[in-house]
């Protein structure tokens, strides 16, 4: 049984930072391309960041670039993501997803909540 557990949210004031992690169990995720996406209250479902597992290619949402940092460790099967000089509309749900294409992806975890203090 595939899981994708998700751990590292929290409250934080603005400008702070947090490490989000993603464990993942049940299969290894070594070719997999994987991301994080993140809900806002009363908000879509919005792409965060994601990086492939052949060639470790990165993408980001612009509002998050220069600012997040995604990354895997792939003896773990574990993808991270760091978030730096962190706004009150980072604030959210953050979903790990795995085997992603585009927008969609085959496995979720259940999420892990951020809040900003502006």
Do not use: H
Request: hydrophobic share 35%; with cysteine; aromatic share 12%.
């Amino acid at each position: 049984q595939v899981q994708l557990v998700e751990s590292g949210g929290g409250l934080v004031q603005a400008g702070g930072s947090l490490r989000l992690s993603c464990a993942a169990s049940g299969r290894t995720f070594t070719s997999s391309r994987m991301a994080w996406f993140r809900q806002a209250p009363g908000k879509e479902l919005e792409f965060v960041a994601a990086i492939s597992g052949s060639f470790g290619n990165i993408n980001y949402a612009d509002s998050v670039k220069g600012r997040f940092s995604i990354s895997r460790d792939n003896a773990k099967n574990t993808l991270y993501l760091q978030m730096n000089s962190l706004k009150a509309e980072d604030t959210g749900i953050y979903y790990c997803a795995a085997d992603v294409l585009g927008y969609v992806a085959q496995y979720w975890g259940q999420g892990t909540q951020v809040t900003v203090s502006s």
